[in-house]
T-cell receptor, first 113, second 115 residues
């Protein structure tokens, strides 16, 4: 069964900490994405990558960075976590021009205290 | 700029009722793609359907059907004879980019089917 795996389901971090959210896919997909999901706002794109070592800013990249050193892994980094980054973070992957859209991970619920 | 609006924040119906989830989109492109995803309580979004802008045929898949109307920029989703297992948050999404497939999502509609 094809999968997008996010390393943590729940995470609690302190303000100012550096936080790493990891995402791994086993489908050899070119594209990978990080979204955050907030009530009433839907999913908003933070960053995406269409190839190894390539990255593009999404709609809300401020306060975040990403890393894609290998095709299967896409990491989201919060350089200095703040309380307004408390959210559900969803990773997704897709093949170029895929007909079935994204495959999503189960999400990481991050709480910054 | 692209935008997707799901005006219905929450819908609650009794099992076996039909229910329609509304989706209105904005785009300046003539080529675009529309999607519906389901997010059950487990949290993982599940792909339901993709439609491209050149294909306005309605689609039916079992109890699910989709009505795409370019004239009103709408892509509505109907569940016939709803079941408790249909309870989820449903998202409509739009992409103008087939390659990288950046998706813009609506706010989501939380659907509750009561037994």
């Amino acid at each position: 069964d094809v999968k997008v795996t996010q390393s943590s389901r729940y995470l609690v971090k302190r303000t100012g900490e550096k936080v790493f959210l990891e995402c791994v896919q086993d489908m050899d997909h070119e594209n990978m994405f990080w979204y955050r999901q907030d009530p009433g706002l839907g999913l908003r794109l933070i960053y995406f990558s269409y190839d190894v070592k390539m990255k593009e800013k999404g709609d809300i990249p401020e306060g975040y960075s990403v890393s894609r050193e290998k095709k299967e892994r896409f990491s989201l980094i919060l350089e200095s976590a703040s309380t307004n980054q408390t959210s559900m973070y969803l990773c997704a992957s897709s093949r170029q021009g895929a007909l079935h859209g994204y495959t999503f991970g189960s999400g990481t619920r991050l709480t910054v205290v | 700029a692209q935008k997707v609006t799901q005006a219905q924040t929450e819908i609650s119906v009794v099992e076996k009722e039909d229910v329609t989830l509304d989706c209105v989109y904005e785009t300046r492109d003539t080529t675009y793609y529309l999607f519906w995803y389901k997010q059950p309580p487990s949290g993982e979004l599940v792909f339901l359907i993709r439609r491209n802008s050149f294909d306005e045929q309605n689609e039916i898949s079992g109890r699910y059907s989709w009505n795409f109307q370019k004239s009103t920029s709408s892509f509505n989703f109907t569940i016939t004879a709803s079941q408790v297992v249909d309870s989820a948050v449903y998202f409509c999404a739009l992409s103008e980019d087939q390659g990288a497939q950046k998706l813009v999502f609506g706010q989501g509609t939380r659907l509750t089917i009561n037994p």
